[in-house]
């Protein structure tokens, strides 16, 4: 690996940011069992603020701020590129999410239970891709640039999703098993692909959450929850778009923003 200190230290403090979030969700989630509990909403709403927008999503994007106000990486190196390329990657990733959700999930959900779930599960999916992916994955790749870009994105695609495969530890059954848990590293291989081709934080959130909607509907009809004929959770939706927010708005003033220090 380089041995510039810029890169030394921002792969320690990814690896610190991802030991802090796996601890939160630990405690906020994994422990209670919070996602197992339905009439636990303080320990959820504490769950999505603490572990979703604070550590998984707001932290991560002051941490690339900081990487490139130090001039050792662009916006476009760390998933975030111009308004076009990000059109361009949420266009693509919504097309093959939903192709590969349909040809996965047979026969289909009603369309209001699939956007129910795609709403609940966003702000756990974008903090995951940023923590993994845009600063682990990104201080791996960095880390191995010298080496070739194929070197440096096999490198940042192996750890990224063995870790967010193992992260999972910190969740409530049945994601805390070795068997789901080496079944999601398999996933996480696939966002790897998606993030390191693309180099786009927005669509790899939306093609990633698709993995995730999937999993929850799978779950909620084996257990005979998902009516034939559902109502839009609005909480849901509130919480989402806040999400959206959460990273939309300091990803554009934080990261693309960023100027290199002088």
Same mark, same amino acid.
């Given at each position: 690996?380089?041995?510039?200190?810029?890169?030394?230290?921002?792969?320690?403090?990814?690896?610190l940011?991802?030991a802090?979030w796996?601890?939160?969700?630990?405690?906020?989630?994994?422990?209670?069992g919070?996602?197992?509990?339905?009439?636990?909403?303080?320990?959820?709403?504490?769950?999505? @603020?603490?572990?979703?927008?604070?550590?998984?999503?707001?932290?991560?994007l002051?941490r690339?701020?900081?990487?490139?106000?130090?001039?050792?990486?662009?916006?476009?190196?760390?998933?975030?590129?111009?308004?076009r390329?990000?059109v361009?990657?949420?266009?693509? *990733?919504?097309v093959?999410?939903?192709?590969?959700?349909?040809?996965?999930?047979?026969?289909?959900?009603?369309?209001v239970?699939?956007?129910?779930?795609?709403?609940?599960v966003?702000? /756990?999916s974008v903090a995951?891709?940023?923590?993994?992916?845009?600063l682990?994955?990104?201080?791996?790749?960095?880390?191995l640039?010298?080496?070739?870009?194929?070197?440096?994105?096999?490198g940042?695609?192996?750890?990224?999703? *063995?870790?967010?495969?193992?992260?999972?530890?910190?969740?409530s059954?049945?994601?805390?098993?070795?068997?789901?848990?080496?079944?999601?590293?398999?996933?996480g291989?696939?966002t790897?692909?998606?993030?390191?081709?693309?180099?786009?934080?927005?669509?790899?959130?939306?093609?990633?959450?698709?993995?995730?909607?999937?999993?929850?509907l799978?779950? @909620?009809?084996?257990?005979?929850?998902?009516?034939e004929?559902?109502a839009?959770?609005?909480?849901?939706f509130?919480?989402a778009?806040?999400?959206?927010?959460?990273?939309v /708005?300091?990803?554009?003033?934080?990261?693309?923003?960023?100027?290199?220090?002088?």
């Open positions: 690996m380089r041995s510039d200190p810029i890169y030394r230290a921002f792969l320690r403090d990814a690896l940011v991802y802090a796996t601890a939160a969700t630990y405690l906020l989630e994994g422990l209670p919070t996602l197992v509990r339905p009439e636990a909403v303080g320990l959820r709403l504490a769950y999505a @603020l603490v572990a979703g927008l604070g550590l998984g999503i707001l932290l991560p002051w690339l701020r900081a990487l490139v106000r130090a001039g050792a990486a662009s916006p476009e190196d760390l998933g975030f590129g111009s308004a390329r990000a361009q990657g949420v266009a693509i *990733a919504a093959a999410g939903c192709a590969l959700f349909a040809i996965n999930f047979d026969p289909p959900a009603p369309a239970a699939v956007l129910n779930a795609f709403a609940q966003w702000v /756990v995951e891709v940023l923590v993994c992916w845009g682990v994955g990104s201080a791996v790749a960095l880390a640039r010298a080496r070739g870009r194929t070197a440096a994105a096999i940042g695609a192996l750890v990224a999703s *063995a870790l967010f495969g193992l992260y999972h530890f910190a969740h059954p049945p994601f805390n098993s070795w068997a789901m848990v080496g079944f999601l590293s398999g996933i291989l696939a790897s692909a998606w993030w390191f081709i693309s180099r786009d934080a927005y669509g790899t959130a939306i093609f990633h959450n698709f993995f995730a909607v999937t999993g929850v799978a779950a @909620l009809r084996a257990a005979g929850l998902v009516p004929h559902p839009p959770e609005t909480p849901l509130g919480m778009a806040v999400a959206t927010i959460a990273l /708005v300091p990803a554009i003033a934080w990261v693309r923003r960023a100027k290199p220090a002088q």
